[in-house]
């Protein structure tokens, strides 16, 4: 039997072979700390070195501005924290959209309990900030605005461009997190726009636990974890130099392949839409039609429940609801509940996203199996609504 399909690559992306084969030697012979001036360390400096021109080529920064963290949580968290921490004597307000990943809205939560205030910027229908909205929420001492490149459930991009234009040039940063983007869209930190963005090795390729935040020269920013001094200090600790060197790994690959990856990945996304379109009727698309990541459906099957198609198709699908099941009561994501979609709409999404290794053939067993469980399990929801 063969493994289900899998469609949950906004989730976590498999390590590329070409990233595993660039770890291997970390693993094995080179597996000097970066800090030690012996060859062994030598020789891990130059590699962390070399991913960090790397990763600063895929978003076109210098590599003096790439922060190497262990996660995409971890940057956005030295973004908000960090930023705090340097401008806390003059500004005391923060921006964030309705639709932010935990990783960005806790720290911002955090910030609050300090006494900062934040604004929630609220997104219309498609999951999409009003960039004037965003405007009229900054003040005197705003210090940062945090708005994601594009959401993970949803895959709505964001005008981060447009938000740039309005904000910055008044003494306000703006941060990014932009795990979703890189290999999917293009991405650079001069045409967005940005100050600080964040950046997620697993979620093109590489492996877990390693992402990155570019810092744009002269940003105020300060620690917000203590040690040896490693990453200007800013992430001290010692350098998962096999998990930079995949990063770095992945993101040559990206910077390669994203003008001819996006494309592929869109031809199967629509694909899977209108194969599930066509057959059920009210299908519902959770984000925006036009301004969304190129792997990411997310829709609302009528009359079921997201997690019990998922159960239903297990043998066939990995995908994710759109909805959490919080100690028995079915509670809606939050992501959803910001566009407006009502609990039936909420509990009956699916996100599925694809990448680099879904093919045709995958999108059609999955399409298959999708389409085939929801009528069992809407003619079962009808007899016993009779
Ligand atoms: C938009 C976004 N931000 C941040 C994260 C957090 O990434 P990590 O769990 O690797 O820290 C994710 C991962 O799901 C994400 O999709």
Partial sequence: MDSPVYLDYNATTPVAPEV????????????????????????????????????A???GARSDEIVFTGCATEANGLALCGVARALAVRK???????????????????????????????????????????AAATRDDTALVSIMHANNEIGTIQPIEEIGRRVRGRGILLHTDAAQTPGKIPVSVDTLGVDLLTVAGH????????GALYVRRGTPIAPASFGAGQERGLRPGTENVPA????????????????????????????????????????????????RLPNTLNVSFPGVSGEALLEAVRADVAASVGSACHAGSHEP??????????????????????GAYTTDADIDRAAHALLAAWEALRRVAERSAA
């Fill in 203 to 210: 979620k093109f390729y590489a492996t877990k636990g390693v």
């Fill in 244 to 291: 930079i060197v995949g990063l770095g790994a992945a993101a040559r690959l990206a910077s390669e392949r994203v003008a001819t990856a996006g494309p592929r990945m869109q031809a199967l996304r629509d694909r899977l839409q209108a194969r599930l379109a066509a057959d059920v009727p009210d299908l519902r698309l959770n984000g925006h039609p036009v301004y």
């Fill in 92 to 134: 005391r307000h923060l921006v964030i959209s309705a639709v932010e990943h935990p990783a960005v809205h806790e720290p911002a939560m955090q910030l609050r309990e300090r006494g900062w205030e934040v604004s929630v910027v609220p997104v219309d229908g498609t999951g999409r900030v009003d960039p004037d909205t965003v």
């Fill in 20 to 55: 595993a084969d660039a770890i291997t030697p970390y693993l094995r012979e080179h597996f000097g700390n970066a800090s030690s001036a012996h060859v062994y360390g030598r020789r891990a400096a130059e590699a962390v070195a070399r991913a960090r021109e790397r990763i």
């Fill in 333 to 354: 994501s939050g992501v959803l509940a910001a566009i407006g979609a009502d609990l039936p709409r909420a509990l009956g999404a699916v996100r599925m996203s694809v």
């Fill in 57 to 59: 080529a895929l978003i």
